[in-house]
């Protein structure tokens, strides 16, 4: 299995799905109207990676904004992460974006994996 990167633009994030390390992150930001398409190929790379994971595996997520059809689709990412054992989600936020740290924590309460929250 190949390790996915895909670079980031002003409305996508860029993703580096490091199947070694069992580190997969999302950066940037994701505003981008076809939000299943952007993430496609991430969300079948997950599927794919879930049937060998690692030993451990972090999504972490680092957004300086996101749509709600992206926090929707994450939501499909933490299902998939469900089905691999020690996996967890790290929510990167800014000291001063509250916006980001409540959808963190939105989404933390949806979600059936662990999260740990960071702040920079």
Same mark, same amino acid.
Request: no cysteine.
């Given at each position: 299995?190949?390790?996915? !990167? ?5 409305? /996508? ?7 070694? #390390?069992?580190?997969? =992150? @999302? ?35 680092? !957004? ?5 059809? /992206? ?7 933490? #299902?998939?992460?469900? =089905? @691999? ?36």
């Amino acid at each position: 299995m190949e390790n996915l !990167l895909i670079a980031g633009t002003e409305t /996508t994030p860029q993703i580096s799905f490091i199947k070694d #390390t069992g580190i997969l =992150s @999302i950066e940037g930001k994701s505003l981008a109207d076809n939000v299943k398409e952007v993430y496609k190929p991430a969300h079948d790379w997950l599927s794919a990676y879930s049937k060998q994971p690692g030993k451990q595996t972090e999504l972490s997520i680092k !957004l300086d904004y996101l749509n709600t059809e /992206t926090s929707k689709l994450f939501l499909d990412f933490f #299902t998939i992460l469900k =089905s @691999i054992p020690n996996s967890k989600v790290v929510w990167n936020f800014s000291d001063e974006d509250e916006d980001m740290e409540e959808m963190g924590q939105e989404l933390a309460e949806l979600s059936p994996v662990p999260f740990e929250f960071r702040s920079y």
